[in-house]
């Protein structure tokens, strides 16, 4: 059951990394000469970008590693465990930054690429492509939440009758097939707050957000790694790290309540922390090639850019942020709920303030 779905995830992400190559690198119709790159970037430098940007996959990688590990291997750390009040800060502290990061990082760079002057004014102009993408992204993502969920729903029922079937036949019982499905079919399905319905859920949740993060990740990767502004990459490279450690933070601990093996969760972690370097080093690859104010390159970047944005400002608001604070941990405890409401403020602040340089 995991492993089909995550195989489904994994060509998602590989389908979505080949149309960002192949889009960067197509021929495009020359931009307008105000367009050009040198044109509007005053600070150039190519061998200076070159050795910010192989530092910057070094250390992205690493900060995106810790933060994504941290809450998986909590198990070692009791205070941070999933059912100690640590572990809900924190989760809400990341939830915040992801939040944040549709909102101010996203949804911004996408407007700024739908909006630029290097693109016609029909139909660019005319009308607000980036909210619509944006919208219809995050209609895609209830609709891909609730039928995984409904899926998983049915497959762990017919998993708990075929399992109960084969107790009973091996302990001598000799009960109909009809009963049986009656009987432990209602079980599964109605026990809908349960430990197993929760499971899945949790499990949805974090397929469906590694998804969104890691189609930002390689978009902003490749934006980098293509970028030969030695004046903007620098403060870039620190507000990634920021923003990977804690992003890395709330996915981690998604993973670590989805209760995966070990495979899984390496295979998570690794795709996480693996995109955003990949991206950059597409991005270098493709630098001769790739103008960040083609036109080709304007509009997918945009809509890749408004899709991600609705995918993660659903995520953080109802399968994060809303699934928490209307849970029964923080609905029983005032106290730790307005800490939780803290939490989730000083992150979205923080990922905000990196708008500033990111």
Known sequence: MANKSLKLTTLSLLLLLLISAVSAAAPTNAPPPECSLKSVIGCYDKAKSLKLKLIAIGAILI???????????????????????????????????????????VMPDSFDCLKSECLPENPWKKFPFTTFVAMLSAVMTLMVDSFSLSYYKKRCSKVAIEES?????????????????????????????GSASQLVRYRVVAQVLELGIVVHSVVIGLSLGASNNPCTIRPLVAALCFHQLFEGMGLGGCILQAEYGAKVKAIMAFFFSATTPFGIALGIGLSNVYSD????????????DAASAGLLNYMALVDLLASDFMGTKLQGSMKLQGWAFVAVILGAGGMSIMALWA
């Open 165 to 193: 079937m084969k107790k009973r036949e091996s302990d001598g019982l000799v009960v109909e097939l009809e009963n049986v499905g009656h009987g432990h079919g209602n079980v599964v399905v109605e026990g809908g707050d």
């Open 293 to 304: 104010n083609s036109p080709t390159a304007l509009i997918v970047v945009g809509i890749l």
């Open 63 to 105: 900060t995106s590693m810790i933060g994504v590990c941290l809450p998986i291997f909590s198990r070692a750390v009791p205070a941070l465990q999933p059912d100690r009040n640590a572990f809900v800060i924190v989760k809400a502290f990341a939830s915040g930054v992801i939040l944040a990061t549709g909102y101010m990082h």
